[in-house]
């Protein structure tokens, strides 16, 4: 299992925890395994699909559909809005990753 500590940013593998003693262990980014008694709400488990999602084609995606939309408002669109649009449509959806990332963390 994964998590990430919410304090830090970051994320661990093989965590574990003991309702009876209140405690957590986890190998840590250099490798250490560490135990600790955690603060509450200092841990978020990470579904092993979560970190696997790919980004990159959903960015590509998403721009791909901003494109369409800003082009299906616009009358005559001219070929030399293309550039303009293709940035615009690519920032829309880098700013719609950073809000669902950021949303995710939360």
């Given amino acids: 299992m994964k ?5 830090t940013g970051e994320v661990v593998t093989n ?6 003693f209140g405690t957590v262990s ?3 980014s250099k490798g250490v395994l560490t135990f600790n008694t955690p603060n509450s709400c200092e ?3 990470i579904d092993e699909e979560e970190m696997n999602f790919d980004w990159q084609s959903f960015r590509a995606e998403a721009a791909k ?3 369409e939309i800003i082009c299906n408002h616009k009358y005559n669109v001219k070929e030399e809005w293309y550039p303009i649009i293709c940035k615009e449509a690519i ?10 990332k950021e949303k995710e963390e939360k």
């Avoid at 920032?91 to 669902?100: C, F, N, V, Y």
């Fill in 26 to 28: 986890y190998i840590d």
């Fill in 43 to 45: 841990w978020t488990i």
């Fill in 3 to 7: 998590a990430r500590n919410n304090n």
């Fill in 91 to 100: 920032a829309l959806a880098d700013e719609l990753i950073k809000q669902l």
């Fill in 15 to 20: 965590f574990g925890f003991s309702k009876e």
């Fill in 65 to 67: 559909d901003f494109v």
